[in-house]
């Protein structure tokens, strides 16, 4: 069984199989652009980042997936140098980006929401920030314009924008910089469904033009949908870091069977080796645990040779959702209430493609 087949709603791009990799080897050398080693940050009593380690290889689009709280905005301002780390380390590009200016070179990026003067239009707050930023950021200004696709607004006062229209411009300030490194903290957040598409597709174009790209979000569908690698952040704490596709394939391993003959099914596949666990779920349909494809395969023959010939037989494909959850219960510091529709399962497997998250809007 392919881990990415099946595994998301119909006409949904398949970005883990598009996603760049993110292997290291693919790199041209040189320190990552992203490497953060013990991060903690504690305000008074209160521990919002609780010992964070990631490492962001070239060409990975980075997701950084937690409920509200969790730490992602607090850890984004450690990674951009705005805010110090009460301990741990940060190296952007091998760089401390509290050491120096030029450390921050080849980054670029903004916490929460991008702030602009309201009253100028777009292209001026862009010229106002490259005449700050220097090293040539305004013959890039129609271009970053062009490519948040901006350029036909760019002489509206930025105060009548949408809020999506606020992001892209937000990326559009970010790109001034030439990044190497782009650093979002919840980009998609609060738009409509246009807006996050926009948004997603605007992220997809970047990373293909070899952007490294960092964003931090609660919504596990467009973390799913973007990005080839992810920590799932808990509390302050990193509860799972590595690629999209490695999680859902370990955790793919149930699979839901119909037959002209049930019951028989049900006995031939308790009796069939490589088949871990065979029972009906709470509809009378029958689940079974495998332990690898030779034992589906295998179990077909077996099924046919007594006569119970197969009506489906599917794998039950795992969810970021369902993982996400079962990472991130029993958070004794915030309610994962925040994160998605409450409707969704806790841990089990879900249909194909099923309960993927519906954005909520985030209490700030
Ligand atoms: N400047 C601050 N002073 C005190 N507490 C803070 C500060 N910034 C964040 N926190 C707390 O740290 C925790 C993590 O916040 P944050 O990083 O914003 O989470 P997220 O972005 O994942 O929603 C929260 O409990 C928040 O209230
Ligand atoms: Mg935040």
Known sequence: MSPTQDSRPAGATTASA?????????????????????????????????????TVNPGDVYGYLGPNGAGKTTSLRMMLGLIRPTEGTVRVFGRDPLDTVRALEGVAGFVEAPTFYPYLNARRNLEMLAAYDGHGASERIDQ???????????????????????????????????????????????????????????????AEQGMTVVLSSHLLAEVEDLCNRVAIVRSGRIVYE?????????????????????????????????????????????????????????????????????????????????????????????PSSGLANGAVGTGGASEAGEALAAPVPVAR
Not at 24 to 52: D, F, M
């Open 18 to 54: 598009d996603a760049p990799t993110g292997d290291p080897a693919a790199s041209t050398g040189g320190p990552p652009p992203l490497e953060v080693r013990g991060l903690i940050k504690r305000y008074g009593e209160l521990t919002a980042v609780a010992g964070v380690d990631i």
């Open 242 to 334: 590595g690629e999209i596709a490695a999680l859902k394939r370990g955790a793919a391993t149930a699979y839901r069977l119909q037959t002209t003959e049930d019951e028989r099914a049900l006995a031939v596949a308790g009796a069939q080796p490589g088949i871990t666990d065979a029972h009906r779920d709470e509809h009378g349909r029958i689940v079974l645990t495998v332990a690898d494809e030779a034992a589906v395969a295998a179990l077909s023959r077996a099924l046919v040779e007594a006569g119970a010939l197969i009506h489906a037989l599917a794998p039950q494909t795992v969810t970021l959702e369902d993982l996400f959850f079962s990472f991130t219960e029993g958070d004794d510091h915030q």
């Open 144 to 206: 970053a314009l062009d490519t948040v696709e901006l350029s036909s607004r760019a002489r509206d006062r930025v105060g009548g924008y949408s809020h999506g229209m606020r992001q892209r411009l937000g990326i559009a300030a970010a790109l001034l910089r030439a990044p190497r490194l782009l650093l979002l903290d919840e980009p998609a957040t609060g738009l409509d469904p246009a807006g996050m598409r926009d948004m997603r597709l605007l992220i997809r174009r970047l």
